[in-house]
């Protein structure tokens, strides 16, 4: 069974940092590009980073851009999002994805991606 376990999300003050895991299980996608979406209540799920699986390609959206980072180790199958400066604004679900279906395209819809995690809430606080 494959599954994608995010971790890492919690409450923080404005201003705060947190970094999110996402462990893969059940296959493994070194080969394959990741990303994080995020998803606020009432709005639409929304392109935050993702990352090829080299690590020389990434993308962000500009909202995040300068704030957060997108890393992976592929040895532990894992993708990370290490967020900086964090605004209520990033308040949201964040979700890890990967596409399974190609290797050095970098998608930033959510149709790019084929397998999607269970999402760990990120909640900041004025």
């Known amino acids: 069974q494959v599954q994608l376990v995010e971790s890492g999300g919690g409450l923080v003050q404005a201003g705060g940092s947190l970094r999110l895991s996402c462990a893969a299980s059940g296959r493994t996608f070194s080969s394959y590009p990741m990303g994080w979406f995020r998803q606020a209540p009432g709005k639409e799920r929304e392109f935050v980073a993702a990352?090829?699986?080299?690590?020389?390609?990434?993308r962000y959206a500009d909202s995040v851009k300068g704030r957060f980072t997108i890393s992976r180790d592929n040895a532990k199958n894992t993708v990370y999002l290490q967020m900086n400066s964090l605004k209520p604004e990033d308040t949201a679900v964040y979700y890890c994805a990967v596409d399974s279906r190609r290797i050095n395209v970098v998608g930033v819809t959510t149709s790019d991606y084929d397998y999607w995690g269970q999402g760990t809430q990120v909640t900041v606080s004025s």
């Open positions: 990352i090829r699986f080299s690590g020389s390609i990434t």
